[in-house]
């Protein structure tokens, strides 16, 4: 028996619900959105995505507030609370995701090391964010972010907390 790939089970979940989605991606650099597309008949459900990499698009085409990255930085539960939220509103869907971190290899301090991602899914549940600490390169950090997002998704839609 094999198991259905997530981003599978997250489509499923979103035809069924008859919900659309949208992403806000940064440290993935749009490798959920390239998952979630990957599925046959996605663009029933995904209506786009913005690879908001840089502060400066984060507030001009995603809607995070300046002042946000100010107080908080660029990785936040804050911020990738507004990414979410910005892209669903900008976009027009019934789920907005959001993700922003370090995946490194340089950058990294104490209080932000590498491997801090933080990612929101939002939609008429309200917004939650989860804080994660992923191990491993650039890669395998950016890979462990998409996954997580996709497992966020199934828990928001299904009803289940996180």
Do not use: W
Not at 87 to 97: E, M, P, S
């Amino acid at each position: 028996m094999t198991m259905k790939p997530i981003a599978e089970i997250v489509g499923k979940l979103l035809v069924a619900k008859q919900q659309t989605i949208a992403c806000a991606e940064s440290c993935t650099g749009g490798l959920l959105t390239s998952m979630l597309t990957d599925v046959a008949g996605s663009s029933a459900y995904v209506m786009g995505s913005v690879v908001s990499y840089t502060n400066s698009i984060k507030e001009r085409l995603v809607g995070v507030n300046p002042a946000t990255i100010a107080a908080h930085t660029e990785i936040s539960a804050e911020t990738a609370g507004e990414m979410a939220e910005g892209i669903r509103q900008l976009i027009g869907t019934d789920l907005g995701v959001g993700i922003t971190g370090l995946a490194g290899p340089g950058g990294g301090t104490k209080v932000r090391p590498v491997g801090l991602v933080y990612i929101a899914v939002t939609g008429d549940k309200g917004t939650k964010v989860r804080e994660n600490r992923f191990q491993g390169n650039r890669v395998e950090i950016k890979q462990q972010s998409a996954e997580m997002a996709l497992q966020m998704i199934v828990e928001y839609v299904s009803g289940g907390s996180f």
